[in-house]
């Protein structure tokens, strides 16, 4: 049972008919030959794992900002957050996480507090690991008032296979750490805009799991990473 678990993980409503497609597919490759048949068994079963949703284990201790989501991170630049939130034109330290289709898909708040703001923008659907995929790609973004006052932006950003963009949550929804906020279909980024003096804890190409790996710390007395 406990090895079952560890590679069977629940999945998420969204992907049920997702996968019901997939088998339906299936089936009909099976009549025209049974190598497709046997493709679209694979391809179903990603479907699947594709839309996996694990239950993870967010850390509970104050002032910590988490990754949103499972992948790599592409980015570590300064950039101005989105014009549509409202947040001054100011540049913040951005940090993006790249997930392949491969990762869980499931977007997680990287801290507790009030959505304050929601901003959907359609738009491009460039590969999400390059730079241009913040400006130019369809994205939806949400502003967290954090227990401390301070706004942590995040913004979920389609890709190249990425058709569509969801999210569970609405202004004057509360959230906390790890929960989930939303997901992207197939393949996509999340970038996130730490609020002033807030320090990255990672680095470019190091992997990220939603909602338990530590993005940075809100607490000036923690020491930052070397």
């Known amino acids: 049972m406990n090895m079952l678990s560890t590679f069977v993980k629940p999945m998420h409503p969204e992907g049920r008919k997702f996968v019901a497609i997939f ?9 025209i030959w049974d190598v497709l048949g046997w493709v679209g068994v694979g391809l179903t079963i990603w479907c699947y794992y594709f839309f996996r949703d694990p239950e ?4 509970q201790r104050p002032g910590l900002i988490l990754s949103p989501a499972d992948g ?3 980015l570590i630049e300064p950039a101005v957050p989105p014009s549509e939130l409202g947040l001054p034109d100011v540049a ?15 977007n ?10 929601i901003a959907y923008r359609p738009g491009k659907f460039f590969n999400a690991s390059l730079d241009k995929a913040s400006k130019d ?20 950003i389609a890709g190249l296979v990425a058709r569509r963009i969801v999210c569970f949550v ?5 959230v906390g750490s790890g929960e989930r906020f939303g997901l992207i279909r197939f393949g996509s980024r999340l970038d996130v805009y730490l609020p002033q003096g807030v320090h990255p804890h990672v680095r470019v190409g190091q992997t990220m799991i939603a909602g338990e790996t ?13």
């Open 23 to 31: 088998a339906a597919i299936t089936l009909v490759l099976f009549l």
């Open 56 to 59: 993870r284990f967010p850390p």
């Open 72 to 74: 790599i991170v592409s």
């Open 92 to 106: 913040l330290t951005r940090v993006s996480v790249f997930m392949s289709v491969f990762n869980c898909h499931i």
């Open 108 to 117: 997680r708040a990287p801290a507790p507090g009030e959505i304050t703001t």
């Open 137 to 156: 790609n369809e994205r939806n973004s949400l502003v967290i008032r954090m227990d401390d006052g301070q706004d942590l932006a995040v913004v979920q």
């Open 170 to 174: 609405k202004p004057g929804d509360r």
């Open 214 to 226: 530590v993005l940075a710390r809100t607490d000036p007395q923690e020491p930052k990473q070397a």
